[in-house]
């Protein structure tokens, strides 16, 4: 067990220090050289850059050594990688990739949690929004209820693929927050998302498509004001 929790609190320090560019301008070590500088053993090291790899990270080569790869090789779905991009240095590019991808995923499976949700999936989506109601009056943390409300859409649409993206969206969540919370007095609209809610409830797939991609799209708009500006 506690094999384990070294090779996995090296795997969480050498992934955090690639994505926030800690390899950038300088080669990757080697085993001997992490094995020394983490005090662990080589097997703790090996398996660490194992998962590493197979995370999409590094590529190890014969007589090249073990290399970081560039970021467009990365799993960016590994719910590891999603958590070590939150630590890096806020990026309004980022942020724009993780819109483009929300506006693509996520009104879609509105759509389907209008035609396909059950009672308990649209009950999930209500509890979600009952928080972002809590949350406006100071009850409930924002961030927190309004991740629930997206996320109870994605599991009520009854696909599981759409569910699997949770911890995209997520993320994807916590980044739009830092970067709207600069925006004084720019919260979550929960006109907008009680809109979303009730085309869910009635059945409405068409509504509840254009609703969420109301909700994306400002902040898609606020992120191209930024960009212009500078």
């Given at each position: 067990m506690l094999g384990n929790n070294l090779t996995y609190a090296m795997l969480d320090a050498l992934g955090k220090e690639i994505v926030t560019g800690g390899y950038d301008d300088q080669?990757?070590?080697?085993?001997?050289?992490?094995a020394r500088r983490h005090d662990v053993s080589r097997s703790v090291t090996r398996e660490a850059v194992k998962m590493l790899t197979a995370k999409g990270l590094l590529t190890a080569r014969p007589r090249k050594g073990t290399t970081v790869r560039p970021p467009s090789r990365w799993n960016?779905?590994?719910?590891?990688?999603?958590?070590?991009?939150?630590?890096?240095?806020f990026s309004l590019e980022l942020l724009r990739q993780f819109s483009e991808l929300r506006i693509?995923?996520?009104?879609?499976?509105?759509?389907?949690?209008?035609?396909?949700?059950?009672a308990e999936g649209r009950a999930a989506i209500g509890a979600g929004y009952a928080r972002m109601v809590a949350a406006e009056a100071g009850n409930d943390?924002?961030?927190?209820?309004?991740?629930?409300?997206?996320?109870?859409?994605?599991?009520?649409?009854?696909?599981?693929?759409?569910?699997?993206?949770?911890?995209?969206?997520t993320t994807a969540l916590r980044t739009s927050i830092r970067f709207t919370n600069r925006f004084k007095g720019r919260t979550a609209s929960l006109p907008q998302h009680h809109a979303v809610m009730s085309a869910i409830e009635r059945g409405d797939a068409v509504g509840a498509k254009a609703g969420m991609e109301d909700l994306i799209a400002d902040v898609m708009n606020l992120i191209a004001g930024a960009e212009r500006n500078g």
């Open positions: 080669p990757f070590p080697t085993e001997a050289e992490l960016l779905f590994d719910p590891d990688v999603l958590r070590w991009l939150l630590e890096r240095k693509a995923i996520e009104p879609a499976a509105a759509a389907l949690a209008a035609r396909a949700s059950d943390v924002p961030l927190e209820a309004d991740i629930a409300f997206h996320i109870a859409i994605l599991e009520a649409s009854a696909n599981p693929f759409y569910q699997q993206f949770r911890d995209v969206v």
